[in-house]
């Protein structure tokens, strides 16, 4: 199975920018669906960004349409959330997930996670 670590989270003032990384290891991350979710205090987790495993479908929150921003680089086995336009209720601590089969924002379903990273939007 993959394993995942994220980084790039941290505090930032709305209209702000983060840039966050996933890095992956144990296994090809190209054999993976991918998804970004995030979870804010006393909320459900919810989806944010999600990447096929060959790549070319993309689906996103609305909550984040125009704003976020999913990819990846095989090269470095690494899968990334630009997140642009940032405001307060972006704050959340933001995790990505993987999985072989086809579960988009089903987050119960996925198997395998990484620890997380916080960010913070302040207004």
């Known amino acids: 199975q993959v394993q995942l670590v994220e980084s790039g989270g941290g505090s930032v003032q709305a209209g702000g920018s983060l840039r966050l990384s996933c890095a992956a290891s144990?296994?090809?991350?190209?054999?993976?669906?991918m998804a970004w979710f995030r979870q804010a205090p006393g909320k459900e987790r919810e989806g944010v960004a999600f990447?096929?495993?060959?790549?070319?479908?993309?689906r996103y929150a609305d909550s984040v349409k125009g704003r976020f921003t999913i990819s990846r680089d095989r090269a470095k086995n690494t899968l990334y959330l630009q997140m642009g336009s940032l405001k307060p209720e972006d704050t959340a601590m933001y995790y990505c997930?993987?999985?072989?089969?086809?579960?988009?924002?089903?987050?119960?379903?996925?198997?395998?996670w990484g620890q997380g990273t916080q960010v913070t939007v302040s207004s």
């Open positions: 997930a993987a999985d072989r089969i086809y579960y988009e924002f089903l987050h119960n379903k996925y198997k395998n």
């Open positions: 144990g296994d090809d991350m190209s054999a993976y669906y």
């Open positions: 990447m096929s495993a060959g790549g070319l479908a993309l």
